[in-house]
T-cell receptor, first 113, second 110 residues
Framework: ETGVTQSPTHLIKTRGQQVTLRCSSQSGHNTVSWYQQALGQGPQFIFQYYREEENGRGNFPPRFSGLQFPNYSSELNVNALELDDSALYLC???WGEGKETQYFGPGTRLLVL | AQSVTQLDSHVSVSEGTPVLLRCNYSSSYSPSLFWYVQHPNKGLQLLLKYTSAATLVKGINGFEAEFKKSETSFHLTKPSAHMSDAAEYFCVVSDYQFYFGTGTSLTVIP
């Protein structure tokens, strides 16, 4: 059984650019959630995808968007990058929506200059 | 609305002494509660989960947590700290999304 994987591990972008982060869910899981973890903070919920549909969204602007594919892998896209978008982006997968245990990937560290 | 308050941002203990990391939660209904650990430059690892089956929950690596509804608390404990326990610990309350606390940094002194 493979765990949650994310790519790339590190990324450097400049302000105004666009970025795509990728996540492969754990085998058998159909739900993916994305979180932003700023330095020294707890992760903040961005959105969740369940069976390819957005299933909930946190307090993030529309320039944060996502996709889930038929194999339940997922992408997080961020347009018009701002300096404050610098953070660790975590993907988590689970079976079903709701209060199920979420299993986290190692994260993608994004630096915006 | 769901929220979590971790009462200590930093905790230091000596190796071999007990660990107590405190967490209070707010939830409009019966919550699921979790503790996760994050080692430096690593992802989040599940320590344990409460889902109303039992108020005392045992997790990995000797950790356990007790759900106290009257106190809206879910404190994490371990009888004897090990050097490898040094990490950041997050308490989480869940409906369909996870609400994380701000974390407690545990230092273990040799």
């Amino acid at each position: 059984e493979t765990g949650v994987t994310q790519s790339p591990t590190h990324l450097i972008k400049t302000r105004g650019q666009q970025v795509t982060l990728r996540c492969s869910s754990q085998s058998g899981h159909n739900t993916v959630s994305w979180y932003q973890q700023a330095l020294g903070q707890g992760p903040q919920f961005i959105f969740q995808y369940y069976r390819e549909e957005e299933n909930g969204r946190g307090n993030f602007p529309p320039r944060f968007s996502g996709l889930q594919f038929p194999n339940y892998s997922s992408e997080l896209n961020v347009n018009a990058l701002e300096l404050d978008d610098s953070a660790l982006y975590l993907c988590a997968s689970s079976w079903g929506e709701g209060k199920e245990t979420q299993y986290f990937g190692p994260g993608t560290r994004l630096l915006v200059l | 609305a769901q929220s979590v308050t971790q009462l200590d941002s930093h905790v230091s203990v000596s190796e071999g002494t007990p660990v107590l990391l405190r967490c209070n939660y707010s939830s409009s209904y019966s919550p699921s509660l979790f503790w996760y650990v994050q080692h430096p430059n690593k992802g989040l690892q599940l320590l344990l989960k409460y889902t109303s089956a039992a108020t005392l929950v045992k997790g990995i690596n000797g950790f356990e947590a007790e759900f106290k509804k009257s106190e809206t608390s879910f404190h994490l404990t371990k009888p004897s700290a090990h050097m490898s326990d040094a990490a950041e610990y997050f308490c989480v309350v869940s409906d369909y999304q996870f609400y994380f606390g701000t974390g407690t940094s545990l230092t273990v002194i040799p």
